[in-house]
């Protein structure tokens, strides 16, 4: 950056800039001045961390698959359609994402206290305090973030490219297969690593609904509470090392996809 193009304008972006960097600094560095990177190691290889990491990485990444699956047509539909009231839609598909986490537990936990709810977790499938109830709120999060991000990025889409297809014969699903999706492909692939990255590290909605139980529903985020709560400070502290680098993966890897495609 010319500072001296910027005067003191660019001197108050760069010193902006250096506070927020230093921030997200500090965070990640009193956790290795506490534990020591060491600790990392110790705790991957304790039996009931990695369990801890692979259910979080397993719940994560099939809650997001089957939210992406969801949010795509959701995401085009809201892109192309004008109706009365989108709003309203618009405004609903945000509530999992500025609603309390606690808040969302306890709304699935009283949805499985009616009696559909009753009947789906005996008959199907057993959410409440088993794995899928983490998944179930995984996927709420993930679909609201998602269908957000894949929805300005088909909005963002020229829509004459489509309506030049369909003047060719295309039908409406050859256009949103051959042209729409390969051009939102980026903004899709996006839309899951941010709605990962941000649902592996869950705590409320998934400890409220699926229940912190050790050695069964101990995804990262409940294995640090619970270690917290034994006050296994040193373990708890890599464990949230480990989350970090989990996350800031994710999201550079974002940056990379990008890059790449630009060149």
């Not at 990255?197 to 069964?216: M, Q």
């Amino acid at each position: 950056m010319n500072r001296s193009s910027g005067g003191i304008f660019g001197w108050i972006l760069l010193l902006a800039v250096g506070l927020s960097v230093s921030m997200m600094l500090a965070i990640i560095a009193v956790q290795v001045a506490y534990a020591g990177v060491g600790a990392i190691g110790k705790a991957v290889s304790d039996g009931a961390a990695l369990h801890s990491i692979a259910l979080s990485v397993y719940t994560t990444t099939a809650a997001t698959v089957f939210a992406l699956a969801l949010a795509v047509p959701t995401g085009y539909a809201l892109a192309r359609w004008n109706f009365k009231g989108r709003w309203i839609v618009d405004a609903l598909l945000v509530v999992p994402v500025v609603m309390s986490p606690m808040s969302l537990g306890v709304a699935l936990l009283l949805f499985f206290q009616t009696d559909p709810g009753k009947w789906i977790d005996r008959e199907i499938v057993r959410f409440v305090f088993d794995v899928p109830g983490i998944m179930l709120a995984q996927f709420i999060l993930a679909f609201a973030f998602s269908a957000l991000v894949v929805k300005t990025t088909f909005a963002g889409i020229d829509v004459r490219l489509e309506h030049v297809a369909r003047f060719l014969g295309c039908s409406r699903w050859q256009v949103f297969r051959h042209v729409s999706l390969p051009l939102a492909r980026n903004g899709i692939l996006a839309a899951f690593i941010l709605a990962w990255a941000r649902v592996i590290g869950e705590f409320g909605s998934t400890s409220t609904i699926g229940g912190a139980i050790p050695g069964k529903t101990e995804t990262i985020p409940v294995s640090i509470y619970l270690n917290l709560a034994t006050v296994s400070i040193e373990k708890s502290v890599a464990l949230s090392l480990i989350l970090t680098i989990i996350t800031v993966g994710a999201v550079m890897s974002i940056h990379i996809l990008m890059r790449g495609n630009r060149e």
